[in-house]
């Protein structure tokens, strides 16, 4: 930590004062039940069409809020995922779209919710643009303009993180303003290394595809950066999250930072996306399409809610000491993975 840290830690207290207007602590409050006036719908039916897989925490934290959302609605609700998170081969979000597709056709929805930008991509834009069934997106990254969209029949809820925010705390602890980006080698990790670049005017982002390359980039961004966000990395091949945990902590020389939860065991610090946000304003938004307003009708959104997460074992590898502005709204983030 230089020596100026502790004068940087003052001004931390106000630069975290503003950011957290914009800013919604803790999941929970994104969890929200249809109102009492929304709430019979025996007979409608809303199909849930998730990207990746039961288990992938972004995605099952929207699904949770998606169930507590029309819990006692009467809605009919059917959960279809596409898996392509572990299957990313092209061929495979082909078939992907084409039996979600199939699902689609076989329960007759009312409604269909998709998540994240292949389900968008696989299914929404080759077979139901402009289309009579409505579709509410979330979870598409940064905008829907590479799939045409909106469409006619859809609206949604962009999924963005709050970089410049990150990168100014992130600023707060580091002997400079050089900052860089590395993530997984995929369409999504593009996109977002793209926008990356384009916030912070840094070409300073490496896209891997292996455990190895991940490894090997991290020790040699730190060497010629003075900060570094940490992507989703989740379908690198050899991946050993333990030992990645244990890379990171003999390695880290320079404040790292996170914009998702999963990426905290190797981050100090974190504005994470709450994925509670984008599942809840999926369903409520299902509901007002079923109450008959046009997916015209809705603007299309972006979230608002972030969570501030800290990494203490890693601060500590830093010598770092969060000021009490942080501290007092941040959950702490254990090494185990528990808050």
């Known amino acids: 930590m230089n020596e100026n840290n502790s004068t940087k830690s003052v001004i931390a207290a106000t630069v975290v004062a503003s950011v957290m207007t914009a800013l919604l602590l803790g999941p929970g409050c994104s969890r929200a039940k249809a109102t009492p006036e929304l709430a019979s719908y025996a007979g409608k039916k809303i199909l849930y069409i998730n990207s990746y897989h039961e288990g992938y ?26 898996d392509t998170k572990r299957n ?22 009312d409604v269909v919710i998709t998540s994240d930008d292949n389900a968008f991509k696989y299914v929404v834009m080759p077979y139901y643009r402009d289309a009579d069934l409505a579709f509410v997106y979330c979870g598409i990254n940064w905008d829907a303009l590479v799939y045409g969209a909106p469409y006619r029949n859809t609206t949604g809820m962009l999924e963005v993180t709050l970089l410049e925010q990150l990168v100014e705390e992130l600023k707060n602890y580091a002997d400079g303003d050089r900052i860089g980006y590395l993530v997984m080698e995929s369409s999504t990790g593009r996109k977002e290394g793209e926008y990356f670049s384009k916030v ?81 304003w999926a369903a409520q938004t299902a509901l007002r399409i079923l109450n008959g307003t046009h997916p015209l009708d809705i603007p299309e959104v972006t979230n608002k809610q972030a969570q501030v997460l800290v990494n203490l074992a890693l601060a500590d590898k830093l010598d770092i000491i969060f000021p009490p502005s942080i501290l007092k709204i941040a959950e702490i983030y254990e090494p185990d993975g528990s808050q």
């Open 200 to 280: 912070l005017h840094t070409s300073d982002i490496r896209y891997v595809n292996s455990f190895s390359e991940w490894k090997r980039a991290f020790v040699d961004m730190q060497a010629t950066l003075d900060m570094l966000v940490i992507g989703n990395f989740r379908g690198i091949t050899g991946l050993d999250e333990k030992e990645a945990q244990e890379f990171v902590r003999e390695t880290i020389k320079i404040p790292v930072g996170a914009d998702h939860e999963p990426e905290m065991p190797y981050a100090m610090i974190g504005f994470v996306t709450i994925a509670e946000e984008q599942g809840a």
């Open 57 to 82: 925490e972004w995605s099952d934290g929207i699904t949770d809020a998606i169930r507590n959302t029309l819990y006692d609605t009467g809605v009919e609700l059917r959960i279809h995922t596409m």
């Open 88 to 109: 990313p081969d092209q061929a495979f979000k082909e078939r992907a779209g084409l039996e979600a597709k199939a699902v689609i056709e076989a329960f007759n929805p």
